[in-house]
């Protein structure tokens, strides 16, 4: 019997991701319980949007790949790992063999933690559980140990729901939606660097007072918000870069254009075979928690429009690219995400109330960090992409891909470090870490909020 | 045939939601609508080109076009509400 049901999984992973992804969705989608035929055409979508993405990839890799590399020989500059886009980093994360127990773990944990009233994120966006998902699949991938990757991505739910409960009233206040938080850790993740380093600037005199107002940002800057414009000059820019003459170097120009905007929508088929599984979860979980005033976990596209926002990523898009240059040690050629660069500042942009200068900086900073941590985690990412059959490698030399999401995001870089490190020191670590950001938002600003409030009361009466 | 346009942060997740709870309502209403997906930062300039735009966040853009926040249809607190006043729009 055992011995029957692991060759009908080896036979699954075998068969490869464009047949496992169908089976796999279709058994999440039972699972919440949508109807068989439902269910199964979920999971078709998702294994079609796999086909679009992994045909996408490799015709961005024959092209990029050996441009890059070419630029690499030419100027002397080492930036050999392919930004291939947080889409790219969904779609082999949903095609890992593990995905179905990570998603159930996941949804329990939400489940358990709104139970024992330790959150109030009701997080059904099952789209983006990928983000969480991946930290888990790369940890099961370098460890061979499932519990291990579960373990990974269990702590990584914990967290992202803990941080969205703890950013929702500066959400609230600054984009005005009530009654909702964001765990997306795409978004939240930035905070991880961004709080400590705030509380920092906020304590170096003067910082706070400089106050820059940036008009007709958006007019001057605008193309890069544009994913045509930029791909189109970014590959042109690596081609004139990588010595390709004139017509070579435009015709790399419209096929990067064309990789930026048909892998959105690959994606979407994605979003949109998940979407009944969201719904049916969502359905249950409002029932099940009717009585209770919860936020409602949402993606946080809902706040990337914000002018702030725009106005800050529009201005860090080409910082960033600069930023790649410069760094020592960065191999990663930032690409097709510098499109969602208003995900990782928008919640920066939030805590600072829109301060220009601080934006800035924080924003760079954070980039960096992204910068470091994919060039770091990339040769994983690469082997467990060739894993489910997308090669990038091209001939001349070993190409590595990466993004700016899964490990590269901090908070999920540390919370894989911590898995994949020697664990009698790094998993005590990181529950003091955690430890300290929960005592922070849970005990000490809570009451340093009474304090305040009760002085103010009391200042209140002394002026009557 | 009505054309509305969905616009979310970055044209793919929650407008994909928003446009196919939009299509399906519309659907059992047995109106004919069409959408189309975008990024916010492209409202301004394709907006005008439709006759009703949805966007699920905040939009501070300026189009002529009327708009209508479709929040609601993500958390699914007042959905009904949003629903009856895109569809006031597409009759």
Redesign the interface.
């Known amino acids: 019997m055992w011995d029957a049901i692991m060759s009908g999984f080896d036979w699954i992973i075998g068969a490869g991701p464009t047949v496992m992804l169908p089976i796999v969705i279709t058994v999440i989608g039972l699972f919440f319980g949508l109807k068989l035929g439902k269910a199964f055409k979920s999971g078709l979508t998702l294994g079609i949007g796999f086909a679009g993405i992994r045909l996408l990839l490799d015709y961005m890799a024959s092209n990029l790949g050996p441009a890059s590399q070419a630029m690499v020989d030419n100027i002397g500059i080492n930036l050999d790992v392919l930004d291939v886009g947080w ?1 790219s980093i969904a779609a082999v994360t949903w095609s890992s063999p593990i995905i179905v127990f990570i998603v159930i773990s996941i949804f329990a944990v939400n489940i358990l933690m709104l139970l024992t009233r330790t959150t109030n994120t009701l997080d059904v966006d099952i ?2 559980y990928h983000h969480m998902a991946i930290v888990g699949i790369m940890v099961h991938y370098v460890t061979k140990n499932i519990w291990l990757g579960i373990g990974a991505s269990v702590v990584m739910a914990i967290t992202t729901f803990k941080i969205a409960d703890w950013s929702q009233p500066m959400i609230e206040k600054f ?3 009530p ?2 938080s964001l765990p997306t850790v795409s978004a939240t993740s930035t905070l991880v660097l961004a709080w400590p380093l705030n509380w920092l600037l906020d304590r170096i005199p003067g910082i706070k007072k400089i106050n820059i107002t940036l008009k007709d940002v958006q007019k001057y800057l ?1 193309f890069f ?2 994913q045509m414009v930029l791909g189109l000059i970014l590959g042109s820019a690596i081609g004139l870069l990588g010595g390709y003459d004139v017509t070579t170097s435009l015709q790399l120009g419209v096929s990067m254009a064309a990789v930026l905007v048909i892998i ?1 929508k690959m ?2 088929l994605f ?2 075979g998940l ?1 009944p599984i ?1 719904e049916a979860a ?1 359905n249950w979980s ?1 029932k099940k928690f009717k009585d209770r005033k919860l936020f ?1 976990g ?10 702030d926002v ?1 106005t800050t990523a529009l201005i860090l898009i080409p910082l960033t690219i600069g930023l790649a240059f410069i760094l020592p040690g960065n191999r990663m050629l930032p690409f097709a995400d510098l ?2 660069i ?2 990782r500042i928008a919640l920066i942009v939030a805590l600072t109330r829109g301060n220009f200068f601080k934006n800035i900086i924080l924003g760079l900073a954070t980039s960096a960090a992204i910068l470091y941590a994919g060039t770091i985690t990339a040769p994983i990412l690469t082997d467990l992409a060739g894993s489910v059959g997308i090669e990038v490698a091209v001939a001349g030399g070993a190409l590595l891909i990466s993004s700016f999401s899964a490990t590269s995001l901090t908070h999920s870089f540390l919370v894989f470090f911590a898995f994949v490190g020697p664990l009698l020191v790094t998993l005590p670590t990181m529950i003091v870490i955690i430890g300290i950001f929960w005592y922070y938002f849970e005990v000490m600003k809570p009451k340093s909020k009474q304090v305040r409030e009760q002085r103010e009361l009391e200042m209140g009466e002394q002026s009557t | 045939m009505k054309r509305v346009l969905v616009a979310c942060g970055n044209g793919i997740a929650t407008s994909t939601v928003v446009a196919s709870k939009i299509k399906e309502y519309a659907e059992n209403e047995r109106i004919n609508i069409k959408t189309e997906q975008c990024k916010l930062m492209e409202v301004p300039g394709k907006g005008d080109d439709y006759d009703l735009v949805v966007t699920t966040g905040q939009f501070g853009g300026q189009v002529k076009t009327p708009v209508v926040g479709g929040l609601s249809l993500l958390t699914g607190v007042g959905k009904e509400e949003t629903l009856k006043e895109i569809l006031s729009y597409l009759k």
């Open positions: 889409g789209w983006n984009f005005g939606i009654g909702v605008g918000g544009d959105p994606t979407s979003v949109e979407m969201s969502q409002q409602i949402l993606d946080a596209a809902v706040v990337v429009g914000n002018q725009i499109a969602i208003p995900f």
